[in-house]
């Protein structure tokens, strides 16, 4: 298929790579010049990009990215054509999506929410898994692209229902991750050894895929950055606002929040979303690793 491919990230320009190995015609746009994807065609704008292409694939950093790559400036609108499909694997505003489907809609264009959850590795190895809002016929389309960049694909429902879940979905891992961390800060300082204590959770019912994927990297401090706070803080943001939109309550969230404000003003932004583990270390002065860290 010809995709327009906008947005060279930490998972998009991994995304678009495997797109191209499947033997797809890719042409990427990305709003710092420079980053390339081999085998891919180059645009100066999103809406030259767009020029062409059955699909225009965006994976750009928030609600505001979204509505400049589409609406803005040089952007896609006037590129489109009936019958095209924009997915987008952003995470945003689940009710600005329903109003950016609305309005490509007018065009004859179909808008299908994909974000997706795996993180860095999940994108680098064609393991994403895709949780997807837009009607049957364009997801069915979009399959033979799934596939080059994921496992498994679950249709939500209609726009806007796949970024409301994956908003539902990221709430739990703050969570799950914050409720660890602060579980290895008070065991350290109460002097339990914070292996010994993952190899117990790893054998109990407190075990989850979060600490499970996050665990080593805690063990060994590598903050690099797979998800970087200041996205997952994006996106905790997303979730209170859609909470409110929606009069629901939320809040473990809204604490957890605070962590992440203050993680951010602490130099943690732009690292792993892991690193909310620092402050709570700062505070306690303790500093939870391994034995090999």
């Not at 062409?52 to 609406?71: K, M, N, Q, R, Y």
């Not at 808008?111 to 190895?125: E, H, L, N, Q």
């Not at 805690?218 to 859609?242: C, G, S, W, Y």
């Given at each position: 298929m010809r995709v327009a491919f906008v947005g060279l990230g930490i998972m998009g320009h991994a995304m678009a790579t495997s797109l191209v190995k499947a033997g797809h015609e890719v042409t990427v746009w990305n709003r710092t010049p420079g980053k390339l994807v081999e085998g891919a065609g180059v645009a100066p704008t999103p809406g030259a990009a767009a020029?062409?292409?059955?699909?225009?694939?965006?994976?750009?950093?928030?609600?505001?990215?979204?509505?400049?790559?589409?609406?803005g400036a040089d952007g896609v609108e006037a590129s489109l054509t009936e019958g095209m499909i924009i997915a987008d694997s952003s995470t945003i505003s689940p009710s600005a999506t329903v109003k950016f489907a609305e309005r490509v809609g007018k065009k004859g264009v179909t808008?299908?929410?994909?974000?997706?959850?795996?993180?860095?590795?999940?994108?680098?190895?064609g393991t994403l898994v895709f949780i997807v809002g837009g009607s049957e016929e364009p997801v069915e389309r979009l399959k033979p692209l799934f596939a080059a960049m994921g496992k498994k694909i679950f249709r939500m429902g209609e726009a806007g229902k796949g970024q409301a879940t994956k908003l539902a979905m990221n709430l739990q891992i703050a969570l799950i991750y914050e409720g660890f961390a602060e579980a290895l800060t008070l065991a350290t300082k109460l002097g339990v050894d914070p292996q010994q204590l993952l190899t117990l959770i790893e054998?109990?019912?407190?075990?989850?895929?979060?600490?499970?994927?996050?665990?080593?990297?805690?063990?060994?401090?590598?903050?690099?950055?797979?998800?970087?706070?200041?996205?997952?803080?994006?996106?905790?943001?997303?979730?209170?606002?859609?909470?409110?939109?929606?009069?629901?309550?939320?809040?473990?969230?809204?604490?957890?929040?605070?962590?992440?404000?203050?993680?951010?003003?602490?130099?943690?932004?732009?690292?792993?979303?892991?690193?909310?583990?620092?402050?709570?270390?700062?505070?306690?002065?303790?500093?939870?690793?391994?034995?090999?860290?």
């Open positions: 020029q062409g292409a059955e699909v225009v694939w965006l994976c750009v950093s928030d609600t505001d990215a979204v509505e400049s790559v589409i609406f808008w299908v929410d994909a974000p997706m959850t795996g993180s860095k590795i999940g994108a680098r190895d054998a109990t019912m407190v075990r989850s895929g979060v600490v499970d994927y996050k665990g080593p990297f805690v063990m060994q401090r590598d903050f690099t950055p797979n998800f970087p706070l200041r996205l997952m803080h994006k996106d905790i943001r997303l979730t209170l606002e859609a909470a409110k939109e929606a009069r629901v309550k939320l809040p473990a969230l809204e604490t957890v929040e605070e962590i992440y404000e203050m993680a951010s003003e602490d130099g943690n932004k732009d690292l792993d979303y892991a690193a909310t583990l620092t402050l709570l270390e700062k505070w306690a002065g303790v500093q939870v690793k391994g034995k090999a860290a």
